[in-house]
């Protein structure tokens, strides 16, 4: 589903984000990214949605050649994508319900289609009750929630998420984990770079290393104790583990 072979990110500035990185991830895995800050969890999932290009190597996103994309066929790659990215901003002038609305109306989906598959994705992500709050008088964890409806409602094959649990206690970021390993087990691949390893032994995502930019497969011995804890408190693991 997504295949790098030998790429390369070298920014304007010169700095090599990542050096010679190959991978493949295969549809419905549960892929988690992460390594130090600035290790370049980010730029590797912007290149997998082309948010960036890559200085050389090749990039195949769902049989794309990224390479090869011209600029009008993005659109196109990113319907591939839900995106939960911390610089994609709530609408927080909006309602809850007219938030998840915003991509359904872009796409031209037909208002009584588009109004039930918004409930619908409130729904999954437990806001139902909330369709009508601004998004202002939300916690941080059901905001997330909602950026997550958002990116899902299109229903994407691929669910791209970059840092979806940062600044959220153990609770709401267990909710979120539950609910991104509530739509893999539907089928979609999804892919979450992250500084948070507690949930890797329950989860058990496939881990991709990365270290001042070179990708492994599998957490090194012993770098993961400097980011997280391994082991999520006892109670709150159920949820993202059952
Ligand atoms: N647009 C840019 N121009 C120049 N350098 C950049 C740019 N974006 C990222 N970098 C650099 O590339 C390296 C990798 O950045 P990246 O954001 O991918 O790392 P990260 O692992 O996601 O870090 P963090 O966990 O702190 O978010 C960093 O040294 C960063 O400063």
New binding site residues.
């Given amino acids: 589903m997504i295949t790098f072979a030998n790429v390369t990110k070298r ?3 010169g ?1 090599e ?2 050096r010679d990185v190959s991978l493949d991830i295969t549809a419905g895995e549960f892929v988690f990214v992460t ?10 999932v ?1 290149l997998m949605a082309a948010i ?1 290009r890559p200085t050389s190597g090749g990039i195949i996103v769902n049989g794309q050649n990224l390479s090869a994309l011209r600029p009008s066929a993005l659109p196109f790659l990113r319907r591939n994508f839900g995106l939960v990215f911390q610089d994609q901003k709530l609408l927080f002038d909006r309602p809850v319900l007219a938030n998840v609305l915003l991509p359904l109306e872009i796409a031209g989906t037909p208002p009584k289609e588009a109004r039930k598959r918004a409930l619908a994705a409130l729904d999954k992500v437990g806001l139902l009750d909330r369709e009508k709050a601004l998004p202002i008088t939300l916690s941080g964890g059901e905001q997330q929630r909602l950026a997550i409806a958002r990116a899902v409602v299109n229903r994407p094959a691929i669910l791209l998420a ?2 979806p649990t940062a600044n959220l206690d153990a609770t709401s970021a267990g909710q979120i984990l539950s609910i991104f390993k509530s739509f893999n087990q539907v089928g979609v691949t999804v892919i979450l ?1 992250t ?1 948070d390893l507690q949930w890797v032994d329950k989860l058990a995502p496939r881990v991709l290393w ?1 270290e001042k ?1 070179k990708l492994h497969e599998g957490l090194p011995e012993q770098a993961p104790a400097q980011l997280a804890p391994l082991s999520p408190p006892a109670n709150l693991t159920e949820e993202a583990a059952s």
């Avoid at 390594?35 to 590797?44: D, F, I, M, N, V």
């Fill in positions: 920014y304007p500035t700095f984000a990542l390594g130090h800050s600035g290790a370049g969890k980010t730029t590797l912007k960036e970059d840092e770079a500084h990365l930019g």
